[in-house]
């Protein structure tokens, strides 16, 4: 029986950085963390025929971009969660639609997201998802080792230690590691992807509580929101001995 695992993208604004090797046109890119994501498990499947990698997002028709590098990178599915009702979900909201989402799919072994988005930085949906599907097992991974019919091996970073751990599946992983070069795609890869089929899921597909997507369902509201960081400040230069210039970042940090 095929042994389906669903990766979580969160497709996040080219302005935040620029990622090598994109399509210039592309409004949006992969999380780094959902790349790294992906790249480890394609590298799984490899040794493993009977998993498949199924990619879902939230987003509007735009977002289609991200589903489409993640099929010509080796995934094997992509379904865009799109619809208006879902605009303004906050991490509550959307862990609920994503549940919902996941719901649709048979012997799901393993849900992974990353640990965070690097728009966000909020890194509660993986903790909500577990919640909402009733998978207690929800650990943190720097690096997935294996994948078996019954347990998950990987590898997790703690300080100064790295730990390899085995548990059960099914699991919810939070993906604490990134990727900020692109992989090269080859040309077949991506003609191949743009063959490929994204699927639509919305409110009515997911069968949801209206009450509990969008700006209904949230618990937070957003009022604000920046694409860009803080423009940088001026360049400060520091010059004398070493105790001179402990002490006058000393002072800058103080003030």
Known sequence: MTKNIILCLKPVSKALFK????????????????????????SIKQTNADIKIICICMGSKSAECVLRRALALGADDAYLISDRLFAGSDTVAT??????????????IAVICGVKSIDGETGQVPQGLGERLGIRRIIRADN?????DSKITY?????DKTYTMQTHLPVIVRYNNFILKADDISLIA???????SIHYLNVDDLD?????CGL????????????????????VVLEGTTTEIAQKIRDILVH
């Open 144 to 148: 997935i080792i294996e994948l078996t």
């Open 190 to 196: 991506i003609k191949r992807a743009k063959k490929k």
């Open 216 to 235: 209904k369902g949230s618990r937070t509201k957003v009022r604000k929101t920046s694409k860009r960081f803080d423009k940088q400040k001026d360049k």
């Open 19 to 42: 990622m090598p090797n994109q399509v210039e046109q592309d409004p949006f890119q992969m999380n780094p963390y959902d790349s790294m994501a992906l790249k480890n498990l394609v």
């Open 155 to 159: 590898r997790k970073s703690d300080t």
């Open 208 to 212: 949801a509580d209206i009450s509990r």
């Open 95 to 108: 862990a609920y639609i994503l549940g919902q989402a996941i719901k649709q799919f048979d012997n799901v």
